[in-house]
Each structure stands twice: as C-alpha cells, then as structure tokens.
T-cell receptor
Framework: GENVEQHPSTLSVQEGDSAVIKCTYSDSASNYFPWYKQELGKGPQLIIDIRSNVGEKKDQRIAVTLNKTAKHFSLHITETQPEDSAVYFCAASFTGNQFYFGTGTSLTVIP | NAGVTQTPKFQVLKTGQSMTLQCAQDMNHNSMYWYRQDPGMGLRLIYYSASEGTTDKGEVPNGYNVSRLNKREFSLRLESAAPSQTSVYFC?????????????FGEGSWLTVV
C-alpha cells in the first residue's frame, strides 16, 4: 500500500519567516494530496489540496507544490503568524476512499 | 454548519468495558471513516464505509466494530476495551466530486482505558 513520510516532525520559525513542510509518497498512482491543520484539542481541518494534474497551488500565504516524478509534495507558509502554530498533516489518496496520512509536523511560530 | 459531529468528547473506561462512539454528518456524504490518532503515528484508519450498508476494514480494525446506521450516522464500538485503545478517535466523511474526494473531520473523542 501507499506510504507517506513527512518531515520535519517539529519546526520552529520566527514570526514573519517562511515555513516549509515536505512529504514523500510511494505509490505513483496517488493523485490527490491534501494538507490539514490541527489545532490543539480539535480535529484536522483541510487548508489546501492539490491534484496530480497541477504542479502548484496558492491560497493567500499558503502554497503547495507537487513533483510527481520525484513523488514528493510540500507545504509552504509565508509571513508566518503565531496563529499558524499547529500540527500539520499531509495525505495522499489514489482511490475514492483510501487516504494515507503523514505523521504530522508540529509548527511553532515564535513572536 | 455542523459538519461532522461525534460524541462523546471525553470518556474514561475500565479495561473490559464496552462503549460506542457516535458520529453523524449533515453534508449528505456517502463515505464515512473512523480514524485513531496516537502520538508520532499520525492518523490510522480503523474502518470506513463507502455507502450506507457497507463497511470495510482499514489499517487497524482489531478490537473494533462499526455500524453504518443510515447515510448520516456511522458508529464505532469497542466491545471489550483495552489500554492499547487509549487514543483520540476521529470520525470523518468525504465528498465525491468530479475530480476526487475531500475528507472532513469531526472534533475528536478522547478515550482513556484504565
């Protein structure tokens, strides 16, 4: 089955700096790659996603890039703010009902 | 705007006790899921239901049973709780679109088995 690896497991950045979280996947059939933000005590919330026919997608300060050849995708957060502090999960999916999640990255934005 | 609602939020069980986690979604989604989340292990799929009346095992189904009561509701049952089932449980549902599925999570249920 699919295997999704996520790095780093923890990340600290100064407010205003950029943060990058990387994920790799093993199954070339995967074609949908969502990113989730999980705040303390809450469920994961979808923040951005990308499908395999697109190389990059942006939504304000958040962007995701996908390299299908290398089988990796990344989340980029620019101009980080303290409210960006959370755990971020990547996922890969290649069928309608199978989502494979990374182990999460705990992001801390230092004011 | 309820989305995915799960109950209870917190529960403490003694080893061997049984309980059911309830989940309901109001987004008319066909697919529903139960995940558990443990430190350093991300989200692991317990069971999922692609449609009303069907259920399938995920990555970690042992010790659990599920029921897809109707399109809205998907419950998770622990028949004889074990300390290894101490975890945070998330129910989720997904929307089928032309370009694929998007999954939405509930707020979580914190279960401690002592």
């Amino acid at each position: 089955g699919e295997n999704v690896e996520q790095h780093p497991s923890t990340l600290s950045v100064q407010e205003g700096d950029s943060a990058v979280i990387k994920c790799t996947y093993s199954d070339s059939a995967s074609n949908y790659f969502p990113w989730y933000k999980q705040e303390l005590g809450k469920g994961p919330q979808l923040i951005i996603d990308i499908r395999s026919n697109v190389g990059e997608k942006k939504d304000q300060r958040i962007a995701v890039t996908l390299n299908k050849t290398a089988k990796h995708f990344s989340l980029h957060i620019t101009e980080t703010q303290p409210e960006d502090s959370a755990v971020y999960f990547c996922a890969a999916s290649f069928t309608g009902n199978q989502f494979y999640f990374g182990t999460g990255t705990s992001l801390t934005v230092i004011p | 705007n309820a989305g995915v609602t799960q109950t209870p939020k917190f529960q403490v069980l003694k080893t061997g006790q049984s309980m059911t986690l309830q989940c309901a979604q109001d987004m008319n989604h066909n697919s529903m899921y139960w995940y558990r989340q443990d430190p350093g292990m991300g989200l692991r799929l317990i069971y999922y239901s692609a449609s009303e009346g069907t259920t399938d095992k995920g990555e970690v189904p042992n010790g659990y049973n599920v029921s897809r009561l109707n399109k809205r509701e998907f419950s998770l049952r622990l028949e004889s709780a074990a300390p290894s089932q101490t975890s945070v449980y998330f129910c989720a549902s997904s929307a089928e679109t032309v370009s694929g599925n998007t999954i939405y999570f509930g707020e979580g249920s914190w279960l401690t088995v002592v």
